[in-house]
């Protein structure tokens, strides 16, 4: 099971690159694209998902072309897109069933696989209800389940954990975490901690280019003495926003306890902190936006 | 000055939002296309034999009353759906929390459908100086003739109509599918309604009026005349033309034509009525009757789920090769899609005629009781080809295998199963008679239905088309008996093997446009 991509790239318009020069080689486990607005990471997994066609570079899956030939990935591929919709009139198992038929499963296999899917998603007892008097997160799940239908070998989530509420994410994030020991995940979010707690590889996006591809050990280590913790007066904190890159604030009674990334003390009186992942994502997007 | 402020920014709005989308450009087109039809002969006004000279007052009134005919009646499709785009964008929502009332929203609506009947409707004011001296009978352009029916004739109508298409889109049931084909039939007999009224200033189209003023010309100048009027693509002899400089607008003839803006702006006060503001609670009410039926005998597992420890959750490995996915599952998948949903009524009609076709005589059974059994579903087969992108499932979809031939092709059959199941009585009733001439005509009319409806839904993304289209010609085919549009063969004329083939050009237009629409995602 193998996915290679080499120099990948999306022009919508004349000059405009929705993703450019992309090339990774993805192996098992779980790959967390993380990105600000717009920086490519949904055109780069419709890429994936066989939907939009690259106008650069190939994706080979288990050495076939995708672009020529995408039956043989679409077979074992899951996809939960980031803005999709349901049939209103069916309810969850039916429309479990419509999907798994489109996607090629035999009845027999479908009934027992969608009736473990309800229970993993958690939606076996609103399984009859019609899926238009769903709220949002349980769409959601309806299609997390779809994705799963088909015990696919590459997993792609799109802003998988958007309306779940925090048990649904744990949830979720643990199912992903099982299901990456012998398929490929390619998870999307904006949700650091929902990266932080699953990928074993992270790959940074911004305007269309891959910044950074690596394990989010290697990151976190990039990052030793350059996070900051330092409180300060609250009327400070416009001020040094616009000269750090900081990374949180929590209110205190004596001021602002603030986290800022810096290659340097920002302050006397500012200590070392741990570094995590948001703090990466801010140094390295920030970095390469100034 | 606020409320004035707020709608014209509303109108503006959406007239920006609108003409500056693709289907805009279509409506553009159709206007250029129907001056153009008119500027070549193909579209005409003729009484009896006889056609006026072609100037400003002939031409003017001419082409203002092809645009009262085909605006009113489809134009109406081509503004409808205003409201709906702002339900579906989400910008409804957004309207809602502002301070804005349901009338003035309504009326921003209703102007906006008004500014796109009036850009539609200057190409054909436009285009008929040109048809004028296309034609040279009379090079004297006489603006005030030339374009007063189109002030006191069509934009009235077209006033009316917009509001209608505002109303329309406020009430629930009239909104989608349904609505589209009572407009339809409400148009066919508005017509001879509205001529039958005593002021012909009073009637919508505006027909009447310039019939009647024609018609004294024309009695005058050839006794022989005996009545008749035609409007549109109108086959025959001219055999005498006659000067008609156009009709004496008086301020009563116009204080009734312009009632119609008076009875646009009731209309939409009453759509205001009628217009939810965006709540969904309003919607939703039946689906929230259901849910709490439907707990009565479910626990209320949310909650009682929400307060357990997480659980640590496993998938079994699914043993199931779908490297090569077979049709049968999805053409049985997509017939439950199809049939879903529908009510007991929606059976119980379409099994009486199944059964009424059967018991009938087979003449009954093929011109009347198979057109209605094939009207009936009319909204099951509009759904075929876009009901991915209208439900937003597109990516799901077309992220599956065979996404083209296997899932078209199965809808497809769902389709012709469904024609195939609503004619069962006919297919019977037929078979007892031993009419095999009339089984294949039936046959071809099956797969002419589904093949219509797939490649109107892939290229449209909507049904609108198909609910257009094919009542259009199921209302002169089958029911007003124009063979070369008879799919159903209720004429010994009609022709199976055109249908077919033209079926068979259809789905291949489909395969097409559904392979476009998974190539550009």
Known sequence: MNLTITNLGKEYQRDFWGLKDFTLDVQPGILGLLGP??????????????????????????????????????????????????????????????????????????????????????????????????????KQRVGIAQALLNDPQLLIVDEPTVGLDPEERVRFRNLLSDLSEDRIVILS???VSDIESTATRIVLVNKGQLLRDSAPENLLKELDGKVWKWTVPSADLPALKHK??????????????????SESSPHPQAAVADPNLEDAYLLIVKGEQS | ??????????????????????????????????????????????????????????????????ASFFFGWFGFYLVKGSVMHDRKSGVGQIMATTPITRPLYTFGKWASNMAVFMAMLLILAIASIGIQLLAGENTNIDLIALFAPFLFVTIPLLAFVSAIAVLFETIGFLQGGLGNIIYFFLFIFIIPLGMSLEDPALEPLG??????????????????YQGGFV??????????TFVWSGIDWTPSIIAARFSFF????????????????????????????????????????????????????????LNTDVRHPSFFPVFRAEIKLLLKGQRWL????????IIASLLSPSDITRSIILPMAWIWPILLWSSLGNREIRHNVSQMVFSSPSPVWRHILAQWSAGFMLAIMVASGTILRLGLDGDLSGLLMLLSGAIFIPSLAIVSGVWSNGSKLFEILYVLIWYLGPMNRIPALDFIGSTPESQPEVFMLASVLLLALAIAGRARQVKNG
Request: charged share 25%.
């Open chain 1, 37 to 138: 607005n717009g920086a490519g990471k949904s055109t780069f997994m419709r890429m994936l998902a066989t939907i939009t066609k690259p106008t650069t570079g190939t994706i080979l899956w288990d050495n076939d072309d995708i672009v020529k030939n995408p039956d043989p990935l679409r077979a074992v591929l899951g996809y939960l897109p980031q803005d999709f919709g349901v049939y209103p009139n069916l309810n969850a198992i039916e429309f479990l069933e419509y999907m798994a038929a489109i996607k090629g499963l035999d009845s027999k296999s479908t009934k027992k696989r969608i009736d473990e899917l309800l229970q993993v998603t958690n939606l076996a007892d609103a399984a009859k209800r019609p899926l238009g008097g769903y709220s949002g997160g349980m």
């Open chain 2, 346 to 353: 929606w059976c119980a009609i379409a099994i009486g005629l």
């Open chain 2, 231 to 240: 409007l549109g693509a109108a086959p025959g002899v001219i055999t005498d």
């Open chain 1, 189 to 191: 979010t904006h949700i």
């Open chain 2, 262 to 317: 008076g009875i646009g702006a009731i209309i939409a006060l009453l759509a205001a009525l009628f217009f939810d503001r965006f709540d969904p609670s309003r919607r939703k009410i039946k689906i929230a009757k259901k849910r709490k039926k439907d707990d009565i005998h479910q626990s209320p597992s949310e909650e009682i789920k929400l307060s357990e420890p997480v659980r640590a959750v496993r998938l079994l490995p």
């Open chain 1, 244 to 261: 750090h890159i900081i990374s949180g604030a929590v209110r205190r009674r004596d001021g602002v306890e603030l986290r800022i990334v």
């Open chain 2, 1 to 66: 000055m606020k409320t004035l402020r707020i709608f014209y920014h509303l109108a503006r709005a959406d007239l920006y939002e609108r003409v500056r989308r693709y289907s805009f450009l279509i409506m553009l087109g159709l206007s250029a296309f129907l001056g153009y039809q008119t500027a070549i002969g193909n579209l005409t006004i003729r009484l009896d034999t006889y056609r006026g000279e072609f100037n400003s007052a002939w031409v003017g009134s001419m082409v203002a009353l092809i």
């Open chain 2, 207 to 224: 027909f009447s009026l310039l019939e009647n003023s024609m018609a004294k010309v024309v009695t005058a100048q050839f006794p022989s």
